[in-house]
């Protein structure tokens, strides 16, 4: 099982709609999750951090399910500028590891 | 509030010619610093991790170093250039500790022709 895995999408989306995208991650014992997004040709910027109870910031909800060892990002009223590629980054051992990322179009 | 610089933004270099990236961050001290490659529609690769002066873990075997001169300075380096380093090279900063976010600067996209 690889250490942090996403779907590489891309998932087309029409403004809007409702998208969720769930990573999975190997190790039982990280600690820390974050969501980053990444536009074309761009640096990633931190998106959320995600906690243990879950956490929303405005149209944006992050949830972690440890059992399962998941965490799972859900936008709402999805807008043109959502279009980008969502990282999902977890600790490891002694260091973050970093997804290969869902890329997200969102359709006029 | 912290600010992270890298230069140059864009680079193209021959294969075999050296290659020298730097990153500087401002607004914090003792930060740990990070050099990332990202190949073309790929993921990102770590390189190099410092966590503090002088102190630098390699990730991946290849022909690139890094050397962290200053406490908010942290540079990447190559004696000869392979076609295989192109790429878009990110540099990042987080607090200490493993637990906590990287925040990244603009990036360097460097091609080897």
């Known amino acids: 099982r690889k250490e942090v895995e996403q779907d590489p999408g891309p998932f087309n989306v029409p403004e809007g709609a409702t998208v969720a995208f769930n990573c999975t991650y190997s190790n039982s014992a990280s600690q820390s999750f974050f969501w980053y997004r990444q536009d074309c040709r761009k640096e990633p910027k931190l998106l959320m951090s995600v906690y243990s109870s879950g956490n929303e910031d405005g149209r944006f909800t992050a949830q972690l399910n440890r059992a399962s060892q998941y965490i799972s990002l859900l936008i709402r009223d999805s807008k043109l500028s959502d279009s980008a590629t969502y990282l999902c980054?977890?600790?490891?051992?002694?260091?973050?590891?970093f997804g290969k990322g869902t890329r997200l179009h969102i359709l006029p | 509030s912290q600010t992270i610089h890298q230069w140059p933004a864009t680079l193209v270099q021959p294969v075999g010619s050296p290659l020298s990236l730097e990153c500087t961050v401002e607004g914090t001290s003792n930060p740990n610093l990070y050099w990332y490659r990202q190949a073309a529609g790929r993921g990102l690769q770590l390189l190099f991790y410092s966590v503090g002066i002088g102190q630098i873990s390699s990730e991946v075997p290849q022909n690139l170093s890094a050397s962290r001169p200053q406490d908010r300075q942290f540079i990447l380096s190559s004696k000869k250039l392979l076609l295989s380093d192109s790429g878009f090279y990110l540099c990042a900063w987080s607090g200490n500790g493993v637990l906590m976010e990287q925040y990244f600067g603009p990036g360097t996209r460097l091609t080897v022709t």
């Open positions: 980054v977890v600790n490891g051992d002694d260091k973050i590891i």
